[in-house]
């Protein structure tokens, strides 16, 4: 099933590769859902990339992106490179290590519909991964109801350097030094990117989703608050 805590739309028409007469039943100027799913395979379980139609609720795209634990975080819609085209940047864990990908869904429709199936995987464009860190904390409880859960926090994008280029904000879980981290990526179409920013803060077990605000014409700031779940304390960060 989908554990995303959040749900993006977008308008893919850029992406779609028509064939013959079928472009009123290919989705065009139309919104699409962007969903990530879990499904056992052989045992294992993988996450599944898809897009759906959101008039038809039909699989327009769809790729499995390997071993995954539960994806709590939504995927993020952009087009990178504004040529149209939209990206899609999911973020998700396995075995406790984050992972951040950049995908440019090539999304194939003719007279008898969706061609979703296939091989999607030249489409990714890079993938980030950190050893040390996760999406998801240990989650406060215990017992089979409400625990292990694993809280994480939502993906950000904001144009931090106010230059027309959004980066991508994760708070995440430092887990060789148990404490709640911030990290900003760019995003390019291409090749493995590196941090542009990073910062562990040393109070609270759990952060919240960051927020990005403008503060003048020059200066930005991401804005969080983390919590220790044993004493309830709260701080806020800037």
Known sequence: GVDTLATPVGDFTGNIDVSGNAVERCGEGRLSVVLI???DIGGDMHAFLKIVDGDTSATMWEQ???SADPVKAGAVILDVDEDGDLEVVIAYDTNGIMSVELWAPDIICDETGWKPGGGHTTERMWRYTH???SMGADGPYDGNSVGNHHPTAQPLLADLELDGTPELVLALFDDANDDP???????????TPSPLWEVQLSKGTHASDPAWVQLDSVN???MLTTIDYDSGSMWVWR
Do not use: E, F, N
Not at 181 to 187: G, H, Q, T
């Open 37 to 39: 799913d879990r499904r």
């Open 64 to 66: 499995d992106v390997g």
């Open 131 to 133: 050893p040390s860190l």
């Open 181 to 191: 981290y911030v990290l900003a990526l760019p995003l390019p179409m291409s090749g």
């Open 220 to 222: 930005t700031a991401v």
